[in-house]
């Protein structure tokens, strides 16, 4: 099935944009840095929390720890997913205990994938509090997760999809819908 661009919905000025505003949304409601921590979901959530990371440092002077989570043993649908699933590594190097963590992704839909992160989190230790942040949000929730910080909410319909494109990842940057 090749599905072909139906909207471009930011380019490399609107992402940067977005993040820059995500990360001064994250300030506002997190007045102590010092127990901040950001966790990206590989792969784009991962690079999108090291932009959010470095935003903050540029703001506040300080630097907060990032980490990324690798949420594929966590999956309900491994089975599905492949019989061999590539396994990335998970990175936290930090204490999550007590920390305010903002679990950041690239593209909320159902939230499977938050669960499984959350889940993963929780593995790890026990944080004052989990705020999700993701740059898209595209609706058809099947768990009750909601995001605290939204780059954009974009009504789709479930056939359609979401692609994020990173230069860490697919050289270019770039968000579009595709039908």
Same mark, same amino acid.
């Given at each position: ?37 950001? #966790? ?40 599905? #997913? ?31 994938? #938050? ?65």
């Amino acid at each position: 099935m090749n599905l072909e661009i139906k909207a471009k919905v930011l380019d490399e000025k609107g992402i940067k944009r977005t993040l820059q505003r995500i990360s001064h949304e994250i300030l506002e409601k997190n007045q102590d840095v010092g127990t901040l921590a950001i #966790v990206g979901i590989r792969t784009r959530g991962a690079y999108l929390a090291e932009r959010i990371a470095e935003n903050i440092q540029q703001i506040e002077g300080k630097e907060v720890p990032v980490g990324a989570l690798d949420i594929t043993l966590y999956r309900d649908d491994l089975t599905e #997913v492949s019989e061999q699933p590539v396994i990335r590594s998970t990175e936290i190097e930090f204490d999550l205990n007590g920390k305010q963590i903002i679990l950041v992704d690239d593209v909320l839909y159902t939230g499977r994938t #938050v669960r499984c992160a959350l889940d993963e989190l929780i593995d790890f230790g026990r944080p004052a509090n989990i705020r999700l942040a993701v740059l898209i949000d595209r609706g058809h929730r099947e768990f009750p997760i909601r995001p605290d910080y939204v780059g954009k909410n974009i009504p789709t319909a479930k056939q359609e999809s979401v692609e994020v494109r990173l230069k860490e990842t697919d050289d270019a940057e770039e968000v579009n819908v595709l039908a």
